[in-house]
């Protein structure tokens, strides 16, 4: 997240409370004590309220006035204040409805400023007075909405395109957290950019309310012993068009406020809105829901610790540690030094630097970006103006809504990088698929279907290039074998069982190899992906093999077939010639010579076993070459069957994946590894 030199913030998330303790706001002090620094008016008062004494009264509806500085309706009191018009529902002449519609504005628009201070009471008379009204209502006010630079602009639509990408494969609930980043982001972006928000927070007696008070110049949050005191979140405005911004955080407008001291222009706090939240640690409920929802929205948040519960785990445990990326938009505050004595005060505040160095805060110290850790007292101002000062830095460089949105986004980051990023290598590499392809063919019988496809290749060829004798002979023993019967079906089946069970296998293997260092929503998409694709694929490769398989009938022959068809003729013819031969000279029908008639016969007799041993060698390469094409065209089927139903799938949603891992790269402005 980017620097905001000076000063930070930060946004607490859900947790236990823990216990409250006694601090230092109020005890054993005066009214006058409590109220931080003194009216300027010279006016003091003391409103009662179920038996107590008070500062301010926040009851009451807003007054409007224009640029001009017309005063509000009302009634003049001494010392130049103006009373407040009675309250009667909204209708009365000087509640805000009935102004903001009398100048053409609507209620909404009217209901955020009365450029009044609190209510006073004085002291001898009782009589409420008001401090003089600020110029105009934030509704005359053109409001200038906030900007975002161009890389935070990127990272919001990278984060934007990732969640659409991840509806389908993440669940709502991870997705949860980027999605209220996204809309958050885009309801601050419309909202004032003149305007920093900062939150006062801290636990019960720490005198955030105090020092509230302090920094406007006016006691406008309520101080007191009783616990808790502040119960619902207050504001105060340094300049005009912050309506919209307190309506977002469910201010109500009889909460809104105006500080007391320099006219807007002048002012170094000008476009602070602050804000006074309840205790974290109070023992109402609704008191701790109200500062978790608060600290999601505003911009920054000032930390006010006391010496008695600076070290408090739940202050550590529930909000610092867990915000610790949001440092540059904290301020801590050690309040109440004024009850150390001599170094203690140096003492306690290097032990706070070190508890936030462990909760893992960077410390904004010598020029570095983070945290600004300060101590003051707001009972006495000692400090006072340091803080103002960092405040007005703070306020003036306009960075810590920009900033604020980036340390969620880093956040948001942070909880989904589990989801798309693992450290390992992802992807279905080259011999996965070789192996998958493999494992299909060896389902389908690819070798055995080569093979046999090479001995019927062979076979055809002895029979055609084999002696006669030899071919009557295996026909007669063909014709003796038994017919297939019922052993043979059962073991049909049985290879089919065999290799259904190899196709789910190879698909569980391929599946389980391809998903490896996957993320668990990935790794489950791609299971599902490969169950849709199994689904019917030892079917289709069936079907596949019967139309891949060789024709029917006679596997082509060589060109050199027809000579060795007719060489072999030729030994038989020479044996059967020298065989008649003999028999003539036998019958006396031919002279006696035995020489030519043997040498035709034994020519042809070893002539014709010759030719068809040359012709089963000559064969075995052409055999050889069938049979791999017959295998080839099995194995290409079978692959391209897996590939278009499991492959081609898997790959798809690997792609997704690796789109998704390249959004979230951009959405933490790196690469994602």
């Known amino acids: 997240m980017g620097a905001a030199k000076g000063a930070g913030g930060v946004v607490a998330a859900s947790g236990p409370v823990g216990p409250g303790g006694a601090g230092g706001e109020g005890k054993g002090a005066t009214r006058e004590d409590r109220a931080g620094t003194p009216p300027r008016s010279g006016h003091a008062g003391r409103a009662p309220e179920h038996g107590r004494t008070e500062d301010v009264s926040t009851r009451g509806h807003a007054h409007g006035h224009t640029g001009d500085r017309s005063p509000a309706r009302g009634h003049d009191t001494p010392g130049g204040f103006r009373r407040a018009a009675p309250e009667d529902g909204g209708a009365a002449v ?76 993440v669940d709502n609930g991870t997705l949860a957290e980027a999605g209220r980043v996204l809309d958050e982001a885009a309801a601050r972006r419309r909202l004032s950019g003149r305007h920093t928000v900062v939150a006062i927070a801290g636990a019960t007696g720490s005198g955030k309310s105090q020092l509230f008070n302090a920094l406007a110049g006016v006691a406008i949050s309520e101080t007191g012993v009783r616990r808790p005191t502040t119960s619902a979140p207050i504001a105060c405005s340094w300049s005009d068009g912050a309506a919209g911004l307190l309506d977002r955080l469910g201010v109500p407008g009889r909460l809104r406020r105006r500080p007391l001291g320099h006219p807007e222009e002048d002012s170094p706090l000008r476009g602070l809105v602050l804000i006074d939240l309840p205790d974290h640690d109070s023992a109402a409920v609704e008191h701790r829901a109200q500062v978790d929802r608060v600290l999601c929205l505003v911009d920054a948040v000032i930390w006010v610790v006391d010496p008695e519960k600076y070290a408090d785990a739940v202050l550590h445990e529930r909000y610092l540690r867990p915000m610790a990326g949001h440092a540059e938009i904290t301020l801590v505050v050690l309040n109440q030094v004024d009850r150390l004595p001599g170094e203690a005060a140096e003492q306690v505040l290097d032990d706070l630097r070190r508890l936030l160095d ?102 055809n060829a002895n029979r055609a290039c084999g002696t006669p ?185 690997l792609l997704r994946y690796r789109e998704v891992r390249e959004q979230y790269g951009r959405v933490t402005g790196a690469g994602a590894r």
């Open 94 to 169: 000087g509640t805000a409805p009935a102004q903001a519609a009398a100048r053409g504005r609507t209620p909404e628009e009217g209901l955020w400023g009365d450029g009044l201070i609190a209510r006073r009471v004085d002291e001898s008379g009782g009589a409420e007075r008001h401090a003089p009204a600020e110029r105009g209502l934030p509704g005359s006010t053109a409001v200038t909405p906030l900007a975002y630079d161009g890389p935070l602009r990127a990272r919001l639509d990278a984060l934007r395109e990732l969640v659409g990408l991840s509806r389908a494969r």
């Open 469 to 653: 004798w030899l071919r009557l002979w295996r026909w007669c023993h063909d014709r003796r074998e038994p017919a297939t019967g019922r052993l043979a079906v059962r073991a049909q089946h049985d290879e089919e069982a065999t290799a259904r069970q190899r196709v789910e296998q190879a698909v569980r293997t391929v599946t389980d190899r391809a998903s490896a260092g996957l993320p668990a929503p990935w790794a489950q998409a791609m299971r599902e992906a490969a169950a849709r694709g199994l689904r019917g694929l030892p079917e289709a490769l069936d079907e596949l093999a019967v139309r891949s398989a060789p024709p029917q009938g006679r596997p082509p022959r060589p060109g050199w077939w027809p000579a060795a068809v007719l060489a072999q003729a030729s030994m038989t013819l020479l044996q059967v010639l020298g065989g008649l031969w003999l028999l003539g000279q036998i019958v006396g029908y031919l002279s006696p010579e035995l020489g030519v008639p043997v040498l035709l016969m034994i020519s042809g007799i070893v002539g014709g076993p010759v030719i068809e041993w040359s012709c089963r060698m000559a064969a075995r390469g052409p055999a050889r070459r069938y049979g791999d094409e017959a295998e080839r065209r099995l194995r290409e089927a079978a692959a391209g069957c897996g590939r278009a139903r499991v492959l081609d799938p898997l790959a798809a949603e």
């Open 358 to 459: 462990e909760d893992g805060i960077a410390l904004g110290e010598h020029g570095e970006p983070g945290a600004t850790v300060m101590a003051l007292s707001a009972l006495t101002g000692d400090g006072l103006d340091e803080l103002r000062e960092v405040l007005g830095r703070f306020v003036a460089e306009r960075q810590a809504p920009a900033l604020r949105v980036a340390a969620d986004l880093d956040a948001a980051a942070g909880r989904l990088r589990p989801v798309y990023v693992t450290g390992r290598r992802t992807g279905l590499s080259e011999e996965a698929r070789e192996e998958f392809a493999d494992r299909l063919a060896d389902a389908v019988g690819a070798t055995a279907a080569g093979d046999a496809a090479e001995r019927a290749w062979l076979r």
